[in-house]
């Protein structure tokens, strides 16, 4: 079997949770992702209830927040930083 290297964001903290609970698997978390992915592929989806809802209504509620002009947006990260600095 081939095997390809890939690069993936992770929240750090999930990511140090998870590879100390896979290590009292006895594996590392590139072992756990395989593990994954092949119960992917083999059940034709999500090997565990998917809440399709719950990620609807999260998306949803970003796309009424990316079309609301009340809310402020940024063009630049010099913009956004001023603001993030700003007592307003």
Do not use: W
């Not at 590879?19 to 092949?38: K, Y």
């Not at 949803?60 to 307003?88: C, F, G, H, Q």
């Amino acid at each position: 079997m081939a095997t390809q290297l890939t690069n993936l964001y992770l929240d750090a903290g999930v990511r140090d949770e998870a590879t100390r609970i896979f290590a009292g698997l006895g594996l590392d978390l590139s072992g756990a992702v395989n593990v994954f992915l092949h119960q992917c592929v083999q059940s034709g989806g999500f090997p565990f209830e998917f809440q399709h809802n719950k990620a609807r209504e999260a998306m949803e509620e970003a796309r009424r927040i990316s079309r609301d002009p009340t809310v402020p947006s940024y063009n630049d990260m010099e913009s956004l930083k001023a603001a993030l600095d700003s007592d307003d």
